[in-house]
């Protein structure tokens, strides 16, 4: 049975780890989440789940508006060949959520360290870091150097790479137009 919200929040208090989280409707892309986190301080953030031709696992963790390139993030990342994201199966049984909760935090239930994380370097200029708590009806603040902190607990190194080249030009017309 994978942790729960509440699990994860005792987990945190048990690790010394302060936490702001923030109630919402349920949100499952980062472009509806986009609406609400004017009114939440700090990082807003975007979590791939990928996995490798050798079924290796990769939760890549960056800036919701970070643009990073699916076609060769494998050469960054250092993935054996190129990459796909993982099936809700995988995801529910390693990080023990579902599609739109995908969340660092979900490498609490990890705990046979299958999931290598990638944090993008530019993500971590932020000194507040923001998502969800295993589930999209909230948001958690957590310091930069806590997330690192809490992943390191969980039994796991997080790799710092910068994955993205720049952020998303939310503006713009869309291609082809």
Do not use: C
Not at 1 to 15: N, S, Y
Not at 42 to 66: I, P, Q, S, W, Y
Not at 86 to 110: A, M, R
């Amino acid at each position: 049975m994978p942790f729960t919200r509440a699990d994860l929040m005792r987990r945190l208090d048990e690790l010394g780890i302060d936490t702001r989280t923030h109630e919402h409707e349920a949100f499952f892309t980062v472009e509806q989440s986009r609406a609400a986190k004017g009114d939440i301080p700090g990082g807003h953030t975007k979590n791939l789940f990928l996995k490798d031709k050798k079924d290796r696992v990769f939760l890549v963790v960056a800036e919701a508006d970070a643009a990073i390139d699916l076609k060769r993030i494998h050469e960054k990342i250092g993935a054996n060949g190129r990459v796909t994201f993982g099936k809700p199966e995988l995801l529910q049984d390693l990080l023990g959520v579902v599609p739109g909760s995908v969340t660092p935090f979900g490498l609490i239930n990890d705990t046979d360290h299958k999931v290598t994380v990638v944090l993008d370097a530019p993500m971590l200029e932020h000194a507040v870091l923001n998502y969800h708590p295993l589930e999209n009806t909230a948001t958690t603040s957590i310091r930069r150097e806590d997330l690192i902190a809490f992943i390191r607990a969980t039994g796991h190194e997080p790799q710092v790479i910068a994955v993205s080249h720049g952020k998303l030009d939310l503006d713009a017309p869309p291609a082809g137009d």
